[in-house]
């Protein structure tokens, strides 16, 4: 089975930076007008995806950080044999040039307290790059590819830190007035095939202005979310990891979907609030998804 060392991922993502970094180069204005912090306008009425959050990365380029709250529930019936995982973290992007940015999309600390599992400490880290490859505000489309390394950091304890990881991914925008359709495709290649699986994300989102002509909308939002084990590790644990690890096991089930409902409440275009419950739409004894609370503050620049 085909392995990768962290120093080759590392590799690979500079490799990608510097490509987007010269893309980006040719297209770029003068030091003071490339869209430093600012990023791209013109697609501030869409909003943010919560679902899903480390993998379902947005197309669109801005600064800003976001802090998460996370109460993810496991089945009774489960492997893990009930309880939950507490996640607290806080999320940053930055926009180097109009269309270029660097995210960090996963750190942050996690309480377990499972059937099996009693521990806490801290997440794996993660951080990559997107670009902006289309871009049409007149259509209200956007398309950005990216690419983002996880390392081996986190507490094994509470099943961080078990395996490196790059994940490709792209993400999409539509909007249709006050309606708003995001899409993403991720796939997760580990370091050590023994130690992670190989994973496919797709995910969908949905929100819709109820007030778009005041300062502060409020958007009901549904997401789709499936996760598609493509290979076993080594590891004869019957459940995968889902978007909250990567465990190198032998899946019972090889896809977990399920869906999100939710609101998001934006002020003034520059702040977020965001509150959802997500739920199993597969068997939840098969895998570590019973149900999960989300909670979300987003500030940009």
Wanted: charged share 20%; net charge negative.
């Amino acid at each position: 089975m085909t392995r990768f060392t962290l120093s080759s991922l590392l590799s690979t993502c500079v490799a990608a930076t510097v490509s987007l970094g010269l893309a980006t180069a040719q297209d770029a204005g003068t030091a003071n007008d490339n869209g430093f912090l600012t990023g791209l306008r013109g697609f501030e009425k869409f909003h943010e995806p919560l679902g899903q959050p480390i993998y379902f990365e947005s197309p669109f380029n801005d600064t800003g950080l976001r802090a998460l709250y996370i109460k993810h529930n496991f089945s009774d019936d489960s492997t893990l044999a009930g309880g939950d995982v507490t996640i607290y973290a806080l999320q940053a992007r930055l926009a180097i040039t109009e269309r270029l940015a660097f995210i960090a999309t996963k750190d942050g600390y996690s309480e377990f307290d499972s059937g099996i599992i009693q521990d806490e400490g801290w997440n794996d880290l993660a951080g990559g790059f997107k670009y902006v490859a289309i871009a049409d505000t007149e259509k209200n489309f956007v398309v950005t590819p990216g690419i983002r390394l996880m390392a081996e950091h986190g507490h094994r304890g509470i099943l961080q830190g078990g395996v490196g990881e790059l994940s490709p991914f792209v993400s999409a925008a539509k909007g249709y007035d006050d309606l708003h359709v995001l899409a993403n495709v991720t796939l997760r290649l580990p370091a050590d095939g023994d130690d992670g699986n190989t994973v496919l994300h797709w995910d969908l989102h949905a929100d819709y202005d109820v007030n778009p002509q005041d300062n502060t909308v409020f958007a009901p939002l549904f997401e789709l979310h499936a996760v598609h084990y493509l290979d076993d590790g080594a590891s004869a644990l019957n459940v995968g990891g889902l978007d909250y690890a990567n465990l190198g096991s032998t899946p019972e089930d090889s896809m977990v979907a399920w869906a999100t409902i939710g609101a998001r409440v934006e002020i003034n275009k520059k702040y977020e609030i965001g509150a959802c419950y997500e739920f199993a739409l597969t068997d939840p004894d098969k895998d570590i998804m019973e149900s999960r609370f989300s909670l979300d503050f987003i500030a940009r620049w």
